[in-house]
Nanobody
Framework: VQLQASGGGLVQAGGSLRLSCAASGRAFSGYGMGWFRQAPGKEREFVAGISWTGGSGYYADSVKGRFTVSRDNVKITVYLQMNSLKPEDTAVYYC??????????????????WGQGTQVTVSS
């Protein structure tokens, strides 16, 4: 599975961005998906995850109520809608795929494939 993240950019605090993660390669069927982010000097952290069916979404406390994860299994694309952005959301955002759709979406070790990352910068 190859993952290509896009949609990052520079936005003012309070603004919105939508990230996309397009998958290609072997069958996408059954995979859970996640979004992580990494700010300079910090560890990569979980942001959001979504099950294969899209019926279950998971969020870090820091983004609950502001970010929404969704997926389109026909287009083989996962999205992260980010609203009410804050300067502390500034980071490189990565999408990732996990072969097992269940389990703990916040566990970075459970992901099998990673995209290259897209920069999100939120100015104050």
């Amino acid at each position: 599975v190859q993952l290509q993240a896009s949609g990052g950019g520079l936005v003012q605090a309070g603004g919105s961005l939508r990230l996309s993660c397009a998958a290609s390669g072997r069958a996408f069927s059954g995979y859970g998906m996640g979004w992580f982010r990494q700010a300079p000097g910090k560890e990569r952290e979980f942001v959001a995850g979504i099950s294969w069916t899209g019926g279950s979404g998971y969020y870090a406390d820091s983004v609950k109520g502001r970010f929404t994860v969704s997926r389109d299994n026909v287009k083989i694309t996962v999205y992260l809608q980010m609203n009410s952005l804050k300067p502390e959301d500034t980071a490189v955002y990565y999408c990732a795929a996990k072969v097992l759709s269940g389990g703990n979406y916040g566990d970075i070790r459970s992901y099998n494939y990673w995209g290259q990352g897209t920069q999100v910068t939120v100015s104050s």
